[in-house]
């Protein structure tokens, strides 16, 4: 859990590696931005890293997976970067169809997280108005801005909303350096 938020508990999702912490998620980078995509096993990731790609590549922008299922992070220069885990590199799971190939890039630096979440009980979906403490969050020492999606089958059609967000935070960066 980081310090600024509360961020979805993944049993057995963290290992360290010789060239950095392996996690379990998904990576993608539209444009310069790289996102990280967290959640529990099924809340789909891979889903919403496929449908990420397409819907911003439709939009004549550049996406391309970094990688899936396990992720190599390093922090360096108060940055993150993101790294397709060696076994696996261009791999993506896709529900019921089996392991895809698609091109991707060899690293990324991480400018923003989404985290697929379970809404609480009894809500269809996730708090409209989140406390400014989950708009953040730590990984590795770097502060990034976040957004909690409701995963585990709850996706709809959220590319609109994390493609915003992604711009928001590729602009952010460009700003800082």
């Known amino acids: 859990m980081s310090r600024s938020g509360t961020v979805p508990r993944v049993e057995g999702s963290v290992r360290l590696t010789r060239v950095g912490l392996s996690i379990h998620a998904s990576v993608v980078v539209i444009g310069e931005a790289g996102v990280l995509i967290r959640g529990d096993s099924g809340a789909g990731k891979s889903s919403l890293a496929r449908r990420l790609i397409e819907t911003a590549q439709a939009r004549g922008l550049f996406a391309r997976l970094v990688g ?6 390093a922090a360096a220069g108060g940055r993150l970067v993101a790294r397709p885990h060696p ?4 791999q993506i799971e896709a ?5 895809l190939t698609m091109a991707h890039e060899p690293a990324a630096p991480i400018r923003c997280v ?8 009894g809500c269809g979906e996730l708090t409209r108005l989140p406390d400014p403490g989950q708009l953040v969050c730590e990984v590795e020492s770097v502060m990034l801005p976040r957004l909690a999606l409701a995963g585990y089958g709850k996706i709809t059609a ?4 994390a493609l915003a967000f992604v711009g928001d935070c590729a602009a ?4 800082s350096g």
């Open 68 to 73: 899936d299922d396990r992720i190599v992070l």
């Open 87 to 90: 076994a696996i590199p261009g």
């Open 95 to 99: 529900r019921g169809r089996g392991i």
């Open 114 to 121: 989404i985290d697929l979440v379970r809404p609480p009980p």
């Open 158 to 161: 959220p590319e609109a909303e």
């Open 172 to 175: 952010r960066g460009r700003e």
